[in-house]
């Protein structure tokens, strides 16, 4: 799972990212909020742990902006230490998912996000897939081939879980669409360009990829054995 913290407490910020770094977590640091906001756009993380009492511009504008502006639906999880009623009603208009007030638990963060990261992918159950060296855990949304980490997007992701639903099955492209973008059908060019982010992204881990393009008709997950 890729991670982006937004916190300018340093101390506070080495803590969580020593935390999730060592619990197999890929994490970015912002220390405000002008440099989080750019991070949260022009990359792609699963979730996002975000300081309300930001320089620059406030926690509160941060994901007011990443979802008005940017369009984002990433998961975001507030600290702070604001625990009034109105302060938590001020986070959940302008955006967050949850809220967590400080001084907290590093155990606690963590449950938390992979909470927020299961609901977000539509699971509530965890039911781990393993084929022919690949494994994806949907609770943790952690995708290894061949035992090295292989780093997705949400939708590829989305598009790795369809494939893998039924190995061998050419899934056509509505169907990998609707997986991944569900009723809001994306640009014309974006399945094309998930698939090859998809597929470089396993080759890059191992060398090959498991994904075949079946020309004219969609993808498919081609096992190795039967």
Same mark, same amino acid.
């Given at each position: 799972?890729?991670? !982006? =913290?937004i916190?300018?407490?340093l101390? =506070?910020?080495?803590?969580? $990212?020593?935390?999730?770094?060592?619990?197999?977590?890929?994490v970015?640091? *912002?220390? %405000?909020?002008? #440099?989080?906001l750019? !991070?949260?756009?022009? +990359?792609p993380?699963?979730?996002?742990?975000?300081? !309300?009492?930001?320089?620059? =511009?406030?926690?509160?504008?941060?994901c007011?902006? !990443?979802?008005?502006?940017? #369009?984002?639906?990433?998961p975001?999880?507030?600290l702070?230490?604001? %625990?009034?009623?109105? %302060?938590?009603?001020?986070?959940?208009?302008?955006g967050?998912?949850?809220?967590?007030?400080?001084?907290f638990?590093?155990?606690?963060?963590?449950?938390?996000?992979?909470?927020?990261? @299961?609901?977000h992918?539509?699971?509530?159950t965890d039911?781990?897939i393993?084929?022919?060296?690949?494994?994806?855990?949907?609770? #943790?949304? $952690?995708?290894?081939?061949?035992?090295?980490?292989v +780093?997705? /997007? @949400?939708?590829?992701?989305?598009?790795?879980?369809?494939l893998? *639903?039924a190995p061998? @099955?050419?899934?056509?492209? *509505?169907?990998?669409?609707? /997986? &991944?973008?569900? %009723?809001?059908?994306?640009?014309?060019?974006?399945?094309?360009s998930h698939m090859h982010?998809?597929?470089? &992204?396993?080759?890059? *881990?191992?060398?090959?990829?498991? =994904?075949?393009?079946?020309?004219?008709?969609?993808? @498919?997950?081609?096992?190795? #054995?039967a």
């Amino acid at each position: 799972m890729r991670v !982006l =913290i937004i916190e300018d407490d340093l101390d =506070i910020a080495t803590n969580l $990212c020593d935390y999730l770094e060592g619990r197999g977590y890929c994490v970015d640091l *912002a220390r %405000d909020g002008i #440099s989080g906001l750019h !991070l949260a756009v022009s +990359q792609p993380f699963d979730a996002i742990v975000l300081d !309300l009492g930001l320089p620059g =511009i406030g926690g509160l504008c941060v994901c007011s902006k !990443l979802r008005r502006e940017a #369009s984002s639906d990433v998961p975001v999880l507030a600290l702070t230490a604001r %625990d009034l009623l109105d %302060d938590k009603v001020a986070a959940f208009d302008s955006g967050v998912d949850d809220y967590l007030v400080k001084p907290f638990m590093l155990r606690e963060v963590e449950i938390r996000l992979k909470a927020l990261v @299961r609901r977000h992918c539509g699971r509530v159950t965890d039911r781990r897939i393993v084929i022919d060296g690949l494994e994806y855990d949907p609770a #943790s949304c $952690c995708v290894h081939f061949e035992g090295r980490a292989v +780093q997705l /997007s @949400r939708k590829c992701m989305r598009l790795l879980e369809a494939l893998l *639903a039924a190995p061998g @099955r050419v899934f056509s492209r *509505a169907e990998l669409e609707h /997986s &991944a973008w569900g %009723d809001e059908p994306p640009m014309s060019d974006s399945l094309r360009s998930h698939m090859h982010t998809l597929r470089r &992204a396993l080759t890059s *881990a191992t060398g090959r990829s498991p =994904i075949e393009n079946v020309h004219g008709v969609g993808y @498919r997950f081609a096992r190795l #054995s039967a």
